[in-house]
């Protein structure tokens, strides 16, 4: 048992003053009238905006160069120069996967942000082999307390244009990965009923959900996609698949559009975007409106691939407002939503959000709404993880 804490002077979204009472790193009662447990600690927040915790649905925590030297990025167009390019960089450079990860989930990063749940693709190829996957197992067990973590396997090199990655995949689920990654069936592995044939075959023999990078454009990824959602319909995987990117949805005709993404709502598949300023995108209210989880995640942060990224899901849920040209409050609050509770529903994060019984992990931000700390990412107060207090005006405290 640990001491109660009761949060007092806090604001919900909608301006309603609130208390809420923690317990055992759950929310114990959250309301009005909510008073502090004999001996319990009480901590003011001072009027501030509470929310929940938040959810960074994709990002590659293995490979960022974050807080090292710069990286002077020389690297080649296409997504092939991008791969290679990294496979050699992380070769060659003496790159360690476990400090690395350790870095930009935790010092002056993601947790001091107030990100308490995170999805990462982590690189399984035929040089590395697990060794990456390795190091992030490190950095989740130094951080179980406060950060709740899953790890995709994911084949950046490709599967089966490497031979033995199949093999490794299964090692890396067997090992503790909690999620099945896959790349561009046909852009990549050049085969794409062979290549999803494997991936869901894989995924059954050990139980796992599946999160793909669809970065295939227009008809080419439209096709992959029907192949993709033939498979979760034939093999009963409704909602336990993701497709990251899908910037085929972006850029296809209304009709076909529309087709396949009735058929992804009715699959429960999920969609994550980054909402990358040069690619085209899956539409965001749109998806929404059809009962489509669609949620928001970093992709890479300052690593071989791009220069570009903070580890602030504020940050992201402004750059998705800014993408899909959202300026009401309402609809920036959705921006929010893809950060917050999209993301823990197209995650499969359990026990999440501002309610009775969830676990207590909580922000609290100097901002009158939700789509004013969206907009201007105000230092976070405070920030809870499990019930502790880990982070006071956006530093750590000492005992993280
Ligand atoms: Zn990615």
Request: hydrophobic share 45%.
């Amino acid at each position: 048992m640990t001491r109660s804490l009761l949060l007092s002077n806090v604001r919900l979204a909608d301006g309603q003053p609130v208390s809420v009472s923690i317990a055992d790193g759950r929310i114990a009662a959250l309301g009005a009238q909510v008073e502090a447990q004999p001996g319990g600690l009480v901590e003011d927040g001072g009027g501030a905006l509470l929310l929940p915790g938040f959810v960074e649905g994709h990002t590659h925590i293995d490979k960022t160069n974050w807080g090292q030297s710069w990286y002077r990025n020389e690297v080649g167009p296409a997504l092939t120069d991008r791969i290679s390019n990294e496979r050699e960089w992380r070769k060659t450079s003496g790159h360690d996967a476990a400090t690395q990860s350790l870095a930009l989930a935790l010092a002056r990063a993601f947790v001091q942000a107030g990100t308490t749940r995170l999805r990462t693709h982590v690189d399984i190829d035929t040089d590395a082999r697990l060794r990456y996957l390795d190091g992030v197992f490190s950095t989740r067990q130094t951080l179980s307390d406060v950060l709740d973590m899953q790890i995709v396997a994911f084949p950046q090199s490709g599967m089966l244009i490497r031979p033995g990655t199949v093999e490794l995949l299964g090692s890396a689920l067997a090992a503790g990965a909690d999620v099945l990654g896959a790349l561009d069936p046909a852009l990549i592995d050049g085969d794409p009923v062979a290549s999803l044939n494997a991936t869901f075959e894989l995924a059954e023999r050990y139980h796992k959900p599946i999160d793909i990078h669809l970065h295939e454009p227009g008809e080419v990824g439209a096709f992959t996609l029907k192949l993709l959602l033939d498979r979760v319909e034939a093999m009963g995987m409704q909602a336990q698949v993701v497709v990251s990117h899908a910037f085929c949805l972006g850029a296809l005709p209304e009709r076909e559009r529309d087709a396949l993404l009735e058929r992804i709502a009715h699959l429960r598949v999920a969609l994550l975007t980054s909402a990358p300023p040069s690619r085209p995108v899956p539409p965001l209210k749109l998806c929404r409106d059809k009962g489509i989880t669609i949620f928001g995640g970093n992709d890479g942060i300052r690593d071989t691939w791009s220069p570009y990224g903070v580890p602030d899901m504020l940050e992201r849920a402004m750059l998705i407002g800014m993408r899909y040209d959202l300026r009401r409050d309402d609809d920036i609050a959705i921006a929010f939503d893809c950060v917050s509770n999209a993301a823990a529903q197209g995650c499969g994060f359990s026990d999440y959000g501002l309610h009775v019984g969830a676990r207590a992990d909580l922000v609290l931000v100097d901002a009158q709404s939700v789509a004013q700390a969206v907009v201007s990412r105000p230092k976070r107060r405070l920030v809870l993880a499990n019930g502790r207090i880990v982070a006071r005006n956006g530093e750590l405290v000492d005992a993280v």
